[in-house]
Every structure is written in C-alpha cells, then in structure tokens.
C-alpha cells in the first residue's frame, strides 16, 4: 500500500506542480491569475490523444504539436483576456475574462472532442506496477521543466528579461524591454507548461475535457501553498498535496479526502498567508 | 356593393355555423402529432440518436401501411440538447404552438424533471424511458407513463442477478459523486440490507480521480465477492477494470448499463479486463447461448436491415422508441381520437401489450409498464449489433 500511496501521489503530485507553475509563469510578467491553467493541463491530454491515436503521428512530432498548439492558445489568452484588463488589474476583472476563456475551451472541447474520457497511449513501454510509466512519466517531465526553467532564468537573456518584468515592470520597461513581447511569450512558455503535464499525465487522466476544472483547482493549491509566483514553492507544494490526497484516498476515501486536503490546505493559509515558501509582502506605508 | 349591418351579422353567422360544422370532418384528415423531445446533440446524446431512428422507422412504417384510420402520424422533434431549459422550451412551444397530440420524451432524467409537471399541468399524454422513481405519480403526473424500468427495477435486477445468479453475498457498492450515482448507491445498500446481503464496502468516487487502487483494495480487503457500480462514467468504470485486472483480482462487476459502453472498450488497458463485466440489459435484446436473438426480435432485426443502422447504437433504444410511437398510434386507433383523455384512458387500460423492447402494463394506478423479469444481466462486453449475450446463469 505504501509503494502505491508514493507512486501516485508523487505522479498526481508532479502533475499538480507542473500546473503551479504554470500560473506562475503567467503571474510572473502580468500580474494576472489566469484561470486558463487547468484548461491546458487537460488540452495537454486531448492534443496528445488526437495526434497520435486519430492521427497517427509519432511521439516525439506529437508532443512538440501539442506543445505548440497550447503555446497558440497561451498567447490567445493573453491577447483576449488579459491585455485588455492589465491597466485595471486592482478591479479583478482578470477573474471573469480568465474563466471566460477556461469555460471557453472547456466547452469548445466538450462539443468538438468528446464528453466521454479518450484514451491516451502509451508512451515508452517501460516499467511496470509502481514503476509504471505513468506514474514517473509526470515526475520525469516536471524535473525537466524545473531544470528548463532554471536554466532560461538564469543563464539566457531572455529568461533574465522575464525576472526583470517579474521584479519590476516599470523599471524594466525604462530600461528598453519589449514588456508586451515578453508577456506573450511567458504566456507561450506557460501554454508549453501546461501542455507538458497533461501529456505527461494523459494516462492517469486520459484525455478528458472535465479535467479542466480539476487541474484549475489542485494546481492552484500548490501556489497558495508554495508563495505566489514561487516555483520551487510550487513543486514542493505540489508533490505533497499529491502525496497527501493519496494517502488520504487510501486511509478515508476519495470523498473525505478532498475534504482532508482544503482542511489542510485552509490551516497552512491561516498559519503562513503567504505560502510555506513566499515572502512577507511590503506594504506600502 | 353596399355592406348593411344585418348582411354582416347573417354572414359572420353563417361562417360560424359552417366552421363548427366543418371541424370534426377537418381533425379526421389532420395528421396525428407526436411531439419528440430529442438531446441529438451535445452531451450524452448517444441515447436520442438511436432512439430517433426508431422514431422514423415506426412514424414511416405506420404511414406506408395507410396512418391510422387514414391519419399520417407526423413527427415533430425538438433538439433539447440535453439541457433542461431547452426542453421546457420545447414542450411549451409543443403545448401551446404546435398543439401535438401526444409527447415522447426526454429520453433522459435532468430533462424529464423539468417538464414533467408542465405536461402534466396541460393533461398531455407523455410517454418516456427514463428511470428516476418520482418521474411516474398517477395521482400527480396522471399524464405520464414509463416505458422502461425505474431504477428501483434496475436496482432489484442487479441485487437479484448477484443473490441468486452469482451467489455472492457480501457486496461493495460503488457509485460516482453526481446526484445520480450518490441517490442510487444509497438505494441500492439499502436494498441489499434489506435483502439480508452484507454491503462490506460503500464508496462514492470523483469520476477524475486518477487511481482506483485505494478503493479497489478496501473493497478487496472487505472481503467483497461483487462489485456493484451504479455510474455513468466510464473513465472511472474502465480505471477500477484496469485496476481489477493489476491486482489479478477476478471479482465480478455488476450494475449499470455503462458497464458495456463502448467507450469502455477504448479505454481498459487489455481486452480481458472487461470479462466478468455485466451490465443491466433486457431480454428482448439479448442473445441466448446459441446466439439467437428472442424470435419477435429478431424479426424487427431483419425488418431493420438495411434501413436502419444498429452497428453504433442500442437495439433497445430503436426498439423502446418503435414501441412508444406504436402505443400512440394504437391508443388513436383504439378510441378513434386523438383527444389528451381519450389517448390516456386508452393508456391507463394496457394490459400486456407485446412490444418489441417489453410486454407493457399500465392501469390507472399504476404507470410503471415494464415487467421486473424482463430486465436481465447482459455480458458487458459481448456488443453486436446492437445487443448483448445474456450474463451467466440465465
């Protein structure tokens, strides 16, 4: 029972950071909380199952397809949804514009996909039980992204552009950086992000437009957990609520257990309101 | 020509007497309405697409053999969508705009509740094949009967397949966390209670959870020896399958009708993992061990062939849907009226009419129409045609 608790939540874990991260990348140079994260988590899912179980195309064109595709569909938001809301971001309106666009794609996957659950293939064939791979497929990706990102943040031009932005808007801004390009393409990476998880987790979650809402949920808990915009926060947030949900399933049930994990998750915000892992914020005085 | 006030009054006299007088000839040629209440698109629309051609092949059949008493049976179907507040719509716009005759549907239980009591408030005769238990009150809904089992049929069908087929008396119960699936997995523990079996595990799960593994394996561990699943999901039915199968636990799964989707097929890992599967299904659809379809069936089979496809959907729903047209057209024919209480007093006096899905028995007490030993197990994964090989120990 202990392997199984470890395997899978490690596994819906991984998936739950990937998806933290996924709002932060978008956070970082907006500001914005785009409630669209979840919705690509589960496009990740769905272009994975059309691409290479209706049409054939290998693993690796498939992934990066699916990759792109959810990139297209950051940048969309960004370009629906949030661009016309950043000059009044004190009003929320972020919070309607951003589920607008989720209910959108949810929706318009429902009716052009299915709204029944789709398989999603098998990728490698290696491991089996607790080592199958679709519990370490998950944890593989999310190490990747880990050390993608820190790599472009702290090694290229243009992951020091995005902290800039992320530090300090205005002041990147007066220095030359192209702010607006720079927002679209983290809304890009973000798409990427997102994409990646659901791919990754398409065995475990299959290639369901109803994973949405839940990714939308679980993936927001680690931010909260971790410190807004923290991602390394998130990661750790991340794997323990999927340890946590895991070992509650096995020791209470799946409903109690939802009910175990917002009990949890309620206590950590009241005892760290920023997060295990985010700063006190300064308050202006 | 000059207009006086008395040639008026003589004419508008005359054009009144002449229309009363007209009007009963005019309803012998008007066709017979059926309004049809159909979610073809959207979400679950599975059910409606099959039971719309056997809507058309009943309405053409009738019509090519001379309507009824001369009377073409016309169609009349509204897309609900699967939305409840499109089927209000529609029934309003059926009711009072179109003025039908009679209303078959919502084919599914969201819908129906909605309009039920609308019907019922403007006396229209309706006819549907959804299984909630208070959809059917003769003292409430004197309107409206059921053509197919409720689902305390359905839940008495399982708990009787797994007793006294499959000898299994201790039970898990499993249902997923819609209202749907929490209502019937009460229903059917209480059941079982009631039975004297012992319901050794009772869970309702999240239909995305991703892993079945914990449930599985308290339901193992509880010393269960059938699995009773009252869900429509399939995503949640094929991972518990799949998970079966990992744990080499060969424990039979029994219940709801999604247990043979096909949808299911296209997601357990291995063909063998959807053996030991059986799911509610009728005897009028089901194939005996030499594969043959009960007689009266199979001669509908082969009056469909090659006009109606069975490969993508459910015999019984082409098969309910025929036997609902036919039980209007019958009750018009019977009382040579196409009058609410004409048809609903024909209705209310049904005693073991031979349909092609069931043998259907309605009084006015009593508007549940579908015989219990008709509802049977089917081997979920033995789909052909439309119909299913019955379960073993029929």
């Known amino acids: 029972m202990l392997a199984s608790i470890i395997a899978s939540g490690l596994a819906v874990g991984a998936i739950y950071a990937l998806i933290g991260i996924t709002y932060n990348t978008m956070f970082a140079t907006s500001r914005v909380m785009s409630f669209t994260a979840g919705q690509l988590g589960m496009l990740g899912g769905v272009f994975g199952s059309l691409f290479m179980l209706r049409l054939g195309v290998p693993l690796l064109p498939a992934l990066l397809l699916t990759l792109a595709c959810c990139a297209l569909v950051g940048v969309l938001t960004e370009i629906v949804a949030v661009r016309p809301v950043l000059n009044s971001l004190e009003q929320h309106l972020y919070v309607l514009t951003t589920l607008a666009v989720a209910l959108l794609i949810q929706h318009t996957t429902a009716m052009e996909w299915s709204t029944e659950p789709q398989p999603f293939p098998r990728l490698t064939n290696i491991g089996s039980g607790v080592l199958d791979e679709k519990y370490w497929l998950p944890v593989a990706a999310c190490v990747v992204t880990i050390l993608g990102l820190e790599y472009l943040y702290r090694r290229t031009l243009v992951g020091r552009a995005f902290v800039a932005i992320a530090e ?62 923290n991602n390394r926060g998130a990661v750790i947030g991340g794997i323990l609520l999927g340890l946590f949900q895991q070992a509650a399933n096995f020791l209470v049930g799946g409903i109690f257990s939802s009910v175990a994990v917002f009990t949890l998750f309620i206590i950590v915000l009241l005892a760290a309101p920023q997060g295990m892992f985010g700063a006190q914020a300064a308050r202006r005085v | ?172 119960v499993i249902g997923d966390t819609t209202g749907y699936g929490v209502s019937a997995a009460n229903a ?32 193992r561990n509880a010393g269960a020896e059938a699995i009773v699943i009252w869900s429509v999901t399939t995503g949640m039915i094929a991972r518990m399958l799949n998970t079966r199968a990992t744990m080499n636990w060969d424990v039979p799964f ?66 309910c849907a025929i036997d609902a047209v036919n039980l209007v057209a019958r009750a018009v024919d019977a009382t040579g009226s196409t009058a609410n209480e004409a048809i609903i007093g024909n209705w209310n006096a049904t005693r073991e009419y031979p349909g092609f899905y069931g043998t259907y028995t309605w009084s006015p007490t009593e508007h549940n129409g579908y015989p219990t030993d008709e509802v049977v197990m089917s081997a979920a994964n033995t789909a052909r045609d439309g119909a299913f090989a019955l379960a073993p120990g029929y």
């Not at chain 2, 039975?195 to 599985?216: F, H, L, R, S």
Request: hydrophobic share 45%; proline share 6%.
């Open chain 1, 168 to 229: 300090d808007n205005f002041a990147a801004r007066a220095l030359g950086l192209p702010e607006r390009n720079l927002r679209m393409a983290s809304y890009a990476l973000a798409g990427a992000i997102g994409a990646l998880a659901g791919f990754a987790g398409g065995q475990l979650l299959l290639a369901f437009f109803a994973n949405g809402p839940l990714l939308n949920f679980y993936g927001f808990i680690p931010v909260a957990l971790g410190g807004l915009g």
């Open chain 2, 188 to 219: 059917s523990v209480a059941g079982f209670q009631r039975a004297g079996a012992e319901v050794v595990y009772k869970a309702n799960i999240d239909a995305t959870q991703p892993d079945m593994t914990p449930d599985m394996l308290r339901a």
């Open chain 2, 254 to 319: 029994v219940g709801h009708p999604s247990l043979s989707s096909g949808e299911i097929g296209s997601l357990i890992e291995r063909p063998q993992n959807w053996e030991k599967v059986y799911a509610i299904g009728y005897r009028s659809c089901s194939r005996d061990a030499a594969g043959n379809l009960p007689p009266r069936t199979a001669e509908l089979v082969q009056r469909l062939s090659g006009k109606v496809n069975l490969q993508d959907t459910l015999l019984w729903w082409v098969a």
């Open chain 2, 1 to 172: 020509m000059k207009i006086t006030r008395r040639a008026l009054a003589l004419g508008g006299t005359g054009l009144a007497v002449g229309a009363s007088l007209s009007r009963p000839a005019l309803a012998q040629n008007e066709p017979i309405r059926i309004g049809w209440l159909a979610a073809l698109t959207g979400p679950s629309s599975a059910p409606a697409v099959g039971f719309n051609r056997g809507v058309l092949f009943a309405a053409e059949a009738l019509n090519a053999a001379g309507g009824v008493k001369g009377r073409r049976i016309e169609i009349i179907t509204r897309d609900t969508q699967g939305d409840p507040t499109k089927a209000v719509n529609a029934t309003q716009e059926m009711i009072s705009q179109l003025r039908v005759n009679a209303i078959w549907g919502p084919t599914n239980s969201g819908e129906s509740l909605a309009v039920t009591a609308i019907m019922a408030r403007a006396k229209m005769p309706n006819i549907h094949p959804c299984v909630v238990d208070t959809l059917i009150d003769p003292r409430r809904y004197p309107n409206a009967f059921r053509i197919s089992p409720s689902n305390t049929q359905w839940d008495d069908a399982v708990r009787n397949y797994c007793m006294q087929r499959i000898n299994a008396k201790k039970v898990a």
